[in-house]
């Protein structure tokens, strides 16, 4: 950036964080977020250090290891490591006080922990010297990792104290270290996780991992006291950790930590908030896998604010063509985020977004990032409009306007069929066979679609790029694995537009066989419920087209029986473990359905890792909340 342009930006803003500090402070008024502020304030101090000279007074800146091993053996936990149940808002807290408040009769005090997000551990001390450390795994049984543990600083191979005694702790990856690899892993918890679990502790010594302790099974009057016995051991507590006397400190403590969070040097997705009479907390209990006496308050979705550099168009499997957001690169709820979702020109158009505008990007769970608003008050005049195009960008036919969304209609478009490609090979799961291999695969004229992935030989995948005789072998092994597939899982792969994993499940169920429904029309589609006319026109049009490449798929697939389906409906929200296509599969493998949305219609609602709104939807609708973990034992 050069000079003159660094000088208007920086005054740009400073009068814009000014302005949002005076509504803050002075009239108690806040329009943005502090994610935002923080995150302006960041680029503000940014273009001060790299144009030094430019700083002036007034400016908001300027206020006063071991062996490798061969695997991991496995370590039954000393006491069983729970999950948590989350809150989203002070209400889900009033009703989690209401409903253990009936089960004691003790007025509750609480402790509150900053929930960290990493791995958690268990540590065995013996006569206060560290024998095993490991991973908490099921929540009954963890894998040892007690050789990586060592290599962390702040666990002390030597307690104190020469006592026999378990600890819990949370092990995670400092940002500052995080930036140093952030090409090797999406965000902070996933380099404690796989550094933990590298079988040469040499590498997870690299990584500067770090812990704090929460738990310990010594006898304790209060939770607090834990705490206290943990600093006593030797063991290292987190600073900001605190005691509430009722929910309005704990609200307080929330709030105060909020505020903190993105100057920590480590990454918290919310605090967790403990019963603290420890007697009253062992007599509360345990509901599923989570003890009553303790809840997890999560922090809302994560703002900042980026650049936005380029719109680009992208058109996916079945056409349709979506606008994406190139950004300046931001750290966004632990990840470096540098693409967003557009979704259609009327959202361009509600947002008034222009290339070079500053925006503010919005992350929540596993969804893709979002641009929430325009900050229109920091356009310098260079900005500059976007309209959608006419024609498609890859085979240059006219696009097609369906309602809000644009559509290519070449068959032979080359992005759809790449696009299909890729769906297809996710939806059977052919393990290895990713993106960059398929690009190879099409570019060479290997194959011409998914059909011939099938008659692939070792020999056709030798000359291609970083393939040797073992990694083509694992290729064609993977490929000729999947040649037997359930027929709603069939159905779903062959990508026909307006037909998800769900529809494909009820068209499963509702024909039993594929040849039935390669005859139906779309007038006796209708009558099948939840099909609408736009999709039954799909797929009676899908049939009729593709009759050569659906034969040449049935020489190569044999069609599994579809099980008898169970009443059971389930939604997923949040991250998970397992990928969102395994857990729909494994579910649809026992008869049971998955749906997309919240409604009374479905049974359970199963809860990862940064969940959305559809938790408190389910909470108001009295829908069963449970773990992935709970779905698998379920299965």
């Known amino acids: 950036m050069k000079k003159s342009d660094a000088k208007k930006r920086i005054e740009k803003l400073k009068e814009f964080i000014n302005h949002h500090r005076y509504l803050y402070h002075v009239l108690d008024k806040q329009e943005v977020s502090d994610n935002v502020l923080d995150s302006l304030k960041k680029e503000l101090f940014d ?5 030094p000279e430019l700083i002036t007074s007034d ?72 024998k095993t450390g490991s991973t908490r795994g099921d929540g009954i049984i963890g894998e040892n990792v007690t050789q990586n543990l060592k290599t962390i ?14 600890v819990k702790g949370e092990v995670f990856c400092p940002l500052k270290e995080f930036q140093k690899i952030s090409k090797e892993f999406s965000n902070p918890r996933n380099v404690a996780a796989g550094s933990l679990r590298q079988l040469d502790p040499g590498i997870t010594a690299k990584r500067n991992l770090d812990v704090f302790f929460y738990d310990v099974h010594l006898e304790a009057e209060t939770h607090f006291q834990k705490h206290e016995l943990l600093k006593e051991l030797g063991l290292k507590i987190n600073p900001y950790n605190q005691y509430c006397k009722d929910l309005k400190q704990v609200m307080d403590f929330y709030k105060k930590i909020e505020a903190k969070r993105d100057k920590l040097p480590y990454e918290i997705d919310g605090i967790v908030i403990i019963v603290n009479n420890n007697e009253v907390f062992e007599k509360l209990g345990i509901v599923g896998k989570a003890p ?28 349709v063509v979506t606008p994406v957001a190139e950004l300046e690169p931001v750290l966004l709820g632990g990840a470096l985020i540098s693409k967003a979702t557009l979704h259609n020109k009327d959202e361009i158009k509600r947002l008034g977004v222009k290339i070079k505008d500053t925006v503010v990007v919005q992350r929540a769970g596993d969804v893709i990032p979002d641009i929430v608003k325009v900050v229109k ?53 052919i393990q290895g066979l990713g993106r960059k291999i398929i690009d190879q695969l099409l570019d060479k004229g290997l194959v011409r679609d998914p059909s011939e992935l099938f008659s692939l030989k070792i020999g056709d995948l030798l000359p291609l790029e970083r393939f040797a005789e073992k990694s083509a072998q694992n290729i064609i092994q993977a490929i000729q694995e999947k040649r037997n597939v359930s027929l709603s899982k069939f159905i779903f792969s062959l990508g026909i537009p307006n037909v ?18 390669e005859k139906i ?68 493998s026992f008869g049971g359905k998955t749906a997309s949305a919240v409604s009374r219609k479905i049974n359970y609602l199963v809860v990862g890792k940064n969940p959305g709104s559809k938790v408190e939807k389910a909470k108001n609708l009295g829908i069963k909340i449970i773990s992935e973990l709970d779905l698998l034992k379920m299965i």
């Not at 600083?153 to 378990?166: D, G, H, Q, T």
């Not at 997890?296 to 499997?317: C, D, E, M, W, Y």
């Not at 920091?378 to 369906?402: A, I, V, Y």
């Open 47 to 51: 273009l001060e250090q790299k144009f």
């Open 59 to 130: 400016s908001p800146t300027q206020r006063v290891a071991g062996k490798a091993l061969e695997k991991f053996e496995k370590v039954k936990h000393k006491q069983a490591m729970h999950s948590l149940n989350d809150a989203f808002s002070e209400k889900d807290l009033q009703d989690w006080l209401k409903r253990i408040s009936k089960l004691t009769d003790q007025k509750l005090d609480f402790f509150c922990e900053l929930k960290i997000d990493g791995l958690a551990i268990e540590l065995i001390y013996e006569e206060g010297i560290l």
């Open 153 to 166: 600083e702040a666990i002390p191979l030597k307690l104190r104290k020469k006592i026999n005694v378990s």
């Open 292 to 319: 009553r006496g303790s809840i997890a308050f999560k922090f809302p979705a994560k703002q900042s604010t980026t650049i936005l550099k380029n719109i680009r168009v992208q058109v996916g499997r079945t056409g």
């Open 377 to 429: 008050e920091l356009r310098t005049g260079k900005e500059k409009s976007f309209s959608m195009p006419e024609n498609c960008p890859f085979c240059l036919k006219p696009l097609k306007q369906e309602d809000v969304i644009l559509r290519c209609i070449n068959s032979k478009c080359p992005s759809k069929k790449r696009n299909y490609f890729y769906h297809f090979a996710s939806v059977l799961d």
């Open 500 to 517: 998800g994993d769900k529809t494909a499940q009820d068209l499963a169920h509702e024909f039993k066989s594929l040849d039935k429904l």
């Open 521 to 588: 029309s779309s007038e006796e589609l209708e009558k099948i419920k939840d099909i609408g006319p736009v999709a039954a026109r799909s797929i009676e049009s899908w049939f009729l087209k593709n009759k050569e490449y659906l034969n040449n798929l049935k020489k190569s697939i044999k069609i599994k029986k579809e099980k008898k389906q169970k009443n059971i409906t389930f939604v997923l929200t949040g991250s998970m473990n397992l990928s969102r296509d395994k857990l729909k599969e494994k579910i649809h």
